[in-house]
């Protein structure tokens, strides 16, 4: 048995032979059963030479084997995730080093050779020392060498033909959970079996079979006899061949269970994948895919891709170039998105990762990488940033500031509109507290409000406030706001719409007010209307009795009653200018009249507080264009302002009102010696809403109405405190441009334009018909008319009046311009003008008509009437008024007028 143990030749060898020359050891303290007679050693050259080509035998086979395996297992251990590359080199170093402890262990042996052949030349027994010694050195090496054996990992196996198990290592024994003794000797198919369950002959074919191959290695999958579950082993066997003859089988199995096992379940994952995975080479080529994969390519099986590079998948060349440099760079890339081509050559949006795996040398041995499909998601994502888009678009271009606040109230979001209506932009918004820009007035209205949608009390609702801008100006607004819920539907915070209704709420309180100035205007144009013709009445009746009085107290008297009868009419004038509604466009005004005006409208309260109104106008003030009615309205303010100043303090009080010029403005200012203006609330004065009046006492507006009337004419308005008690307003206009005239210049030239007398001798040549539905309007001109000599005639209705004129000629037509006929428009003032104008033949002269109003005329009938040469009076006048018309109207006739002729 001998030949048959050719890992351990020496052990078994110089254990026979230590029982032989040593009496006190017996045969069981050896690990072979071995028995050899020493007469039958050969001589010492023959031996050593022999056992010198067995140990370089046994040396060469293990360095081989270490190798084929190291080879074998090379591709397998690469295609593992874990870096085992050192693992067969490993091996080798290992393998190599045995060989060198074996050849050196053998050196040793020889010397006890020549040791035992010197002692047998001597023929002589050897010393029991000599005995002594030799056995502990051959025991010595034993131990070394199988301590050495036993170091393996790996399953070492020494089998006969027949499957007798002759030497093997630890680790075997350890696998089958038994000792030396109770494996060495017996069959290999008593401890372990393969799965198929084919038994001994199995083994005998595969043992017949390598014994016909001499090598042979591969996978076996095998039961312990003792285990339930199956274990496979990476194995190389080779034929043991003593010259010529096969005696045995020599194995080196490894237990890849654990390796097969994670292959099992890598290939498993590798299959079940949904993102796409591959292998490649160095080049690109693939060498495997998974069905996902497959499936995401549009492909029906994996071959249709193996073999092909992957660039043929890139829509775009230059993607695939910039992967592979950025790849070469780094070895992995992660996250990388590219446009792959599907079979049909629709487009496919991938995210790609990919690694490069090298050798221990650095080398490029393959190349790995998934693909997920993100097609969808970018699907996805576009029509998310569409909505987006779409979301941000619509709140920038809301009108209204769009915010969200937490539960705390602090923002959480602000829409670009904060920059306009705060000042500030949404990132000096974010994070802080919203009730820090509210007014303290509103602020804890504002927090109430904001606990009533954060409690889930209301869904929704509003609220107004004031708020400071980043300027320091208050403004109101207006929020509507509803609760903010978060994934799970609870309340998380407010969303809320915040509009400035600054503006709006002056427009509101203007409209208002304009509401009730037109409701009052129209109550006083009524009155006014009615008040106009018994004073016209008045007026013409004094002064016609002033004229012909006969001593001077008789006529002072009446110059009392024709001046306050005046007085009266002029009262009247500036209720009705102040009822008219506003005009379409500006005109040109006189500031000082429209003050003076202001003050008739608001004498009597004035008077019954015991106010002294000082007013004072420099001469030649040039004219400003503006609308009379608002600016009346910025004037009244002011007056009433400094009317309660006063009677906040005393019970009389002084307004000195100053209207003068100052460069190219015009510069009114009210004075009052009321309670004043504190300096700390100057700044706020012009703010909308701010008062320091009683609650109920006033809105807040007035000032701040009165600066937006200013500044739409392009003027200003200031105030200041007075340090002696009271306080100061200054508005400024600008003068109208291109206007070279001052009122008081055409009020001269027009009274000298109208100073035209006519002579009882001219007057008796011309005829006159007066059209007016009050008779003491018709009896009072007639007398005044026929007091200068002439003609007059009276009718009451435009029937009356075209039935006189049927029967006699009329040079002058005085008409009423609202006669209360009720026929309609033929029978109003207009009605009888057209129906004279269209009766007239033509080239006959037309009556001149002169149109009496109660009421102010509409300057669009006025312009009609004065270009078809007809002329208009406003009521109250006096009969001077109507003469200097008519002397106007015969010089006009004299110079070759055509509508005027005295009659023959």
Known sequence: MTSQLPFFPERLNYTSFMSTTSSQRSAADVDGSLSANPSAVPPSDRLTAREGRLWLLAVILLVSLAV?????????????????????????????????????????????RALVHGLSHQAQSPAEGQVEKLFEMVQHSQRGLRDLIDTFDDILLSLSLDGEILATNRSFANLLGRSFHEVVGHRLDEFLELVDGSGFASLQRELLSLLEQRHRSGVLRIRLRHEASARYFQCITHALVHEGARQGVCVLARDITTERESEARFKDLFETLQEGVYLSDANGQLEDVNPALVRMLGYNNRTELLGRPLSDFFF????????????????????????LRRSDGSALAALHASA????????????????????????????????????????????????????????TFVSPRSIELLGLSPEQLIGSLFSERVEPLSRKDVQVFLDTIISGECSNGGTEFLARRSDGETRLFRATASPLMDLSGRISGVIAAVRDTTDSKRMEQQLIQSERLAAMGQMIA??????????????????LLRDSAGDDSSRRQLEIAHRQARRAAQIVQSLLTFSRPPQPRKICLNL?????????????????????????????????????????????????????????????????????????????TFQDDGAGIRRE??????????????????????????????????????AQPISQGGSLFTTWLPIARGTALFLAESREGAVGSSSKEISKEAAAGYSVLVVDDEESIREMIREGLSARGFHVQGAASVEEALSLMERSSFHAVLCDLNLRAGGGAESSGLGLYAAVTNATPGGNPKPFFLFMSGELAAAAVTEQLAQAGAQTIQKPFRISDLITILADALGKSSSGAPHLSPVN
């Open 68 to 112: 084929g395996l190291a080879v074998v297992s090379w591709q397998p251990i690469h295609l593992l995730p874990w870096r085992l590359d050192a693992l067969p080199v490993g091996l080798v170093l290992l393998v190599s080093l045995f060989g060198a402890y074996a050849i050196s262990r053998w050196r040793e042996i020889a010397q006890l």
């Open 316 to 339: 775009q060349p230059e993607e695939w170039e910039t992967e592979r440099r950025q790849l070469a760079q780094s070895d992995v890339v992660y996250g990388h998105e590219a446009m």
């Open 356 to 411: 490069l795996i090298r050798d221990s040398a650095g080398r490029v041995r393959r190349r790995q990488g998934t693909l997920v499909d993100i097609t969808e998601r970018r699907q996805i994502e576009t029509r998310l940033q569409r909505e987006q888009e779409f979301a941000r678009r619509l709140v920038e271009s809301f009108p209204d500031l769009v915010i969200a606040l937490d539960q705390e109230g602090r923002y």
């Open 526 to 543: 009524g009155v006014a209307h009615e008040l106009n013709n018994p004073l016209t009445a008045v007026l013409g009746v004094t002064e």
């Open 592 to 668: 000082s009249e429209l003050i003076q005006r202001s003050l008739q409208l608001h004498e009597h309260s004035l008077r019954s507080n015991r106010i002294t109104v000082d007013f004072s106008a420099s001469p030649d003030l040039p004219v400003i264009l503006g609308d009379a009615s608002q600016l009346t309205q910025v004037f009244l303010n002011l007056i009433a302002n400094a009317e309660q100043a006063i009677r906040e303090i005393r019970d009389h009080g002084t307004l000195c009102i100053r209207v003068s010029r100052a460069a190219d403005r015009v510069v009114a």
């Open 681 to 718: 609330i100057l700044p706020k004065i012009f703010d909308p809403f701010f008062t320091t009046k009683r609650p109920g006492r006033g809105t807040g507006l007035g000032l701040s109405i009165c600066l937006s009337i200013l500044r739409e004419h392009n003027g200003e308005i200031e």
